[in-house]
């Protein structure tokens, strides 16, 4: 019985995005993908996934037991089930090496083992009945990198499915924020903590209705933060409605501030418009209007490190002296550091 990957050539990386988001990648400008969008009717925020087929030689080909792993000894590994010879697989890690076998359940015969490499780039997943759901983890940092598996975003649960529960569960998610007003936000979800935030919800951007300059919406802001300084709550999904606005503020001050650079948070915030709900408010000037609102953010923080630092102002710096103004302490701050930050 043999194990193969459909049209994947001897030593060929595999990459997990997209066709679509591979050529955002190869070809990306900061803010022409969002400054010449249209309304999105197909939804393409999801992985591209991986089909394997089965070689088996046997007579009985109706169940298989699927095993894969990144430790070539299967020390720790997930298990599928499949009635067919030919099936995807999804949501899986870039950057690492997989092994992987099948057993037919009938015969109790095993494959050989497979296996290949990802590619490194933004993780995606597909999450059934959610949409525009990525892991914030893998930007580098210098020496270290955000770790992956441990904070992902998104659109709203609501209409979340069995199957989508199930895989959402895979995730091991522990703690839901929910960045909505409280009078939209709905528990979906058993065996998971729900921040209780303010009754305003999350900020988004620094102008506007939901500014981050609102006193109110600072509390719930530095509450958000809070959450990610206590390792008991990780894995962490966090979400709004559509998983652009206030989620995409959110993103962009943590990753700001664990010192991922302006260019790559324009990059991360493009990618929600992958995803049907990312230009559910389509209008001829939406691009253009959410690229003053992302610059907003950018220019308050550098303005905010000018105050102390005139000549040199980061972006990270910036985001962090706020962070402290609104009630977040410095041992946070570095707790959030050292338990998102990893070398490997």
Known sequence: MELKIKNKKENDTITLLNAEMNSFFSSYKPFVFATTLKKREVENSYPAP???????????????LFF?????????????????????????????????????????????????????SPRTLRIDGVKNVRDIGGSKIG???????????????????????????????KTIIDLREKNYRKK??????????????GPCYAKGDLSILKTELQKSLALEIKTFANEDNYPIYFHCQ??????????????????????????????????TCGTSDYRDTLGHDLKESIESLYNFFLEKDKEKNKKNPTLKEGIELFLLEIGVSKKEISSIKKIMLGTK
Do not use: M, W
Request: proline content about 1%; hydrophobic content about 30%.
């Open 50 to 64: 991986i089909e394997f087929e089965i070689n088996d030689f046997s007579s009985n080909k109706n169940a298989y």
């Open 143 to 173: 020496n270290e990198h955000i770790k992956l598996g441990k904070v992902y975003r998104g659109a709203n649960l609501d209409e979340i499915s069995k199957e989508g529960k199930e895989q959402f569960s895979s995730l091991g998610i």
């Open 242 to 275: 559509i998983g652009r606005d206030r989620t995409g503020t959110l993103s962009f001050i943590l990753k700001g501030l664990l010192g991922v650079s302006y260019e790559e948070l324009i990059k991360d915030y493009e990618l929600s418009f992958f995803s």
């Open 188 to 201: 979906t979800l058993d065996n998971v903590n729900y921040i209780d935030l303010p009754d305003s919800g």
């Open 68 to 120: 894969i792993s990144n430790n070539k000894d299967f020390k720790d590994f997930k298990k599928y089930h499949f009635d067919s010879s030919s099936f995807f697989i999804d949501n899986l890690y870039p950057g690492l090496t997989y092994y992987c076998k099948v057993k037919n359940i009938t015969t109790n015969q095993e494959s050989n083992i497979l296996s290949f490499k990802t590619k490194n």
